[in-house]
């Protein structure tokens, strides 16, 4: 049972563009989200977070945005550069648990 | 300030043998949580942990695996008579207090490859 599903393995994009990664989570009792970085052969490296009391985080080039009734997030980054080019993993957890559930990933690749 | 550190990098063990991977959390923080990624997936939840304490084990398998948080020294993930299907990135993350609401910091995983 996959609880939170990134639909596309790979996304590639020009640099200076917009990426927009997608997330879609089934429990309606996760109440925080979190996008993590990760490169090759490297740990997840935290990015951004969201709680389910807002719609939008923003910190520099990346924004979350939270649609709770369609159970959806998404990460934007402006403008990408290429040394955003990595795997992207969406997370959600619900208070009292703990863990973290994790998609599959997103391969994106931001070209020169 | 140090981030979660994870030793060995890398470990190659034969069937049969059993696999031991540290994990120190980053100063201040009291909670452990171990991960495991198997080839082309996500991360997968096992175990998480706090000083003396297993809060939630319901990611582990129901053999050969166990961990521990001491009162003193590093959290460890061992991994008994491993087969081939262990072979995988384990990380291991730590966070100040509950992982409700605070964000998990992840170490540099050790690679464990059964031969």
């Known amino acids: 049972d996959q609880q939170v599903k990134q639909n596309s393995p790979s996304l590639s994009v020009q640099e200076g563009r917009i990426s927009i990664l997608n997330c879609d989570y089934t429990?309606?009792?996760?109440?925080?989200f979190l996008w993590y970085k990760k490169y090759p052969a490297e740990g997840p490296t935290f990015l951004i977070s969201i709680s389910s009391i807002k719609d939008k985080n923003e910190d520099g080039r990346f924004t979350v945005f939270l649609n709770k009734s369609a159970k959806h997030l998404s990460l934007h980054i402006v403008p990408s550069q290429p040394g955003d080019s990595a795997v992207y993993f969406c997370?959600?957890?619900?208070?009292?648990?703990?863990?973290?559930?994790f998609g599959q990933g997103t391969t994106l690749q931001v070209k020169p | 300030n140090a981030g979660v550190m994870q030793n060995p990098r890398h470990l190659v063990r034969r069937r049969g043998q059993e696999a031991r991977l540290r994990c120190s959390p980053m100063?201040?923080?009291?909670?452990v949580y171990w991960y495991r990624q198997l080839p082309e997936e996500g991360l997968k939840f096992m175990v998480y942990l706090q000083k003396e304490n297993i809060i939630d084990e319901s990611g582990m398998p129901k053999e050969r695996f166990s961990a521990e948080f001491p009162k003193e020294g590093p959290s460890i993930l061992r991994i008994q008579q491993v087969v081939r299907g262990d072979s995988a990135a384990y990380f291991c993350?730590?966070?100040?207090?509950?992982?409700?609401?605070?964000?998990?910091?992840f170490g540099p995983g050790t690679r464990l490859l059964v031969l």
């Open positions: 100063k201040g923080h009291s909670h």
């Open positions: 993350a730590s966070s100040p207090n509950r992982g409700d609401g605070e964000t998990q910091y």
């Open positions: 997370a959600a957890t619900a208070s009292n648990t703990g863990k973290l559930i």
């Open positions: 429990n309606s009792m996760f109440d925080y």
